[in-house]
């Protein structure tokens, strides 16, 4: 059974970084892809980045573009989200999903696995 553990999430100022972690355990990884959506209250869950296990190929949503970077350490088992930039439109929970192929990464209802989400927080 695929588990995945989110870390990383807190309050930071508009303008700073935060990096977010999450542990994955339960694999091999080989033919998944690995996702961190969000959301905010009283809004539908949100795409962030994407990247394939096996090759690193990432897909980032539009808002996030350029500002945050998605990583994954095969060692480690691990697939990072590092933000900058933040904005207060980003404070929202942040949840990492895991599931099997690469097509359409982006989409919320094709993940099979989740984490129990990290709340970011970003003043203004």
């Known amino acids: 059974q695929v588990q995945l553990v989110e870390s990383g999430g807190g309050l930071v100022q508009a303008g700073g970084p935060l990096r977010l972690a999450c542990a994955a355990s339960?694999?091999?990884?080989?033919?998944?892809?690995m996702g961190w959506f969000r959301q905010a209250p009283g809004k539908e869950r949100e795409f962030v980045a994407a990247?394939?296990?096996?090759?690193?190929?990432?897909y980032y949503g539009e808002s996030v573009k350029g500002r945050f970077t998605i990583s994954r350490d095969l060692a480690k088992n691990t697939v990072a989200m590092q933000m900058n930039r933040l904005k207060p439109e980003d404070t929202a929970v942040y949840y990492c999903?895991?599931?099997?192929?690469?097509?359409?990464?982006?989409?919320?209802?094709?993940?099979?696995?989740w984490g129990q989400g990290t709340q970011v927080t970003v003043s203004s």
């Open positions: 999903a895991a599931r099997r192929g690469w097509s359409d990464p982006g989409a919320v209802g094709t993940y099979e696995y």
């Open positions: 339960g694999g091999p990884f080989s033919y998944y892809v």
């Open positions: 990247i394939r296990w096996s090759g690193g190929n990432t």
